[in-house]
């Protein structure tokens, strides 16, 4: 997500020389640098010293050390960016030093190719120009949304931030079928993706509700209402909400360090 972030900076026009990027991986360094010209560090407090934004793409589990990291030597009143996943505002300001300005958002992967959607919230210590930079940063890879609430988010990671993986898992189920029904591998492959992107584009720009859609496409007795019948059956509609749930339920337990 970290790359992600780089390449749509670097895609609306921030120079390569204006990024730090910091890892322990030299393979990460090193492939930052060949892609997208950034200056790379193995040190944290190198890479972000005298930085007017600091983007902590890292795991949950070690927010506290990263961030603590950063806080010996740095430029008067950055914005930190936090992307990690189930940390709240307080725990990122308890991990850093006091009055801190950050901004907690939860991307998704889409961004990889300027298409996701960010959800942002930014504590008090947030100026008008720092949420200027972060929408600027975060519009540069899909859509974003402020928060008026941060207890939105642990629900917003379990539909856009997970959202994908759901999504990728339909369209494969789809290959699967097709192949078993008899379909070559790649015949099977290119109608589950053009089918799943067509629909998502449909439902994009339609203006009508995914519910109307549906019932456009569904004729009564047809394959399509044999299919949905199946669906129904297998009471999908209570699958998806109590995976969704767990996800939103997971976010919560990393909140408390679980």
Do not use: H
């Amino acid at each position: 997500m970290g790359q992600a972030l780089i390449q749509g900076a670097r895609e609306s026009g921030i120079s390569g020389k204006d990024i730090n990027v910091s890892d322990p991986s030299i393979t990460v360094r090193e492939r930052c640098a060949s892609l997208f010209d950034t200056n790379t560090f193995s040190n944290n407090e190198k890479a972000t010293k005298n930085a007017d934004v600091v983007v902590l793409a890292v795991k949950p589990q070690i927010i506290e050390k990263a961030l603590q990291s950063l806080t010996v030597t740095r430029r008067e009143n950055p914005l930190y960016i936090s992307i990690a996943a189930g940390v709240t505002l307080e725990q990122l300001n308890r991990c850093g030093e006091k009055d801190i300005a950050i901004i907690r958002c939860m991307p998704n992967t889409p961004a990889i190719i300027r298409s996701g959607i960010t959800a942002l919230i930014a504590n008090q210590n947030v100026n008008k120009s720092q949420r200027l930079d972060a929408e600027n940063l975060l519009s540069a890879v899909g859509k974003i949304v402020w928060l008026d609430n941060e207890s939105s988010m642990d629900a917003i990671t379990a539909v856009s931030g997970s959202g994908p993986a759901y999504f990728f898992m339909l369209i494969e189920l789809l290959e699967n079928s097709a192949i078993k029904l008899g379909l070559s591998a790649t015949l099977a492959k290119e109608l589950a993706l053009q089918t799943a992107y067509g629909a998502c584009k449909l439902a994009r720009n339609a203006p009508e509700s995914p519910g109307e859609l549906k019932k456009n496409v569904t004729s009564p007795n047809g394959t399509t209402d044999a299919a949905l019948k199946v669906f129904a059956a297998a009471e999908i509609d209570r699958i998806v909400e109590s995976a969704v749930t767990a996800a939103r339920d997971r976010s919560i337990e990393l909140a408390r360090g679980n």
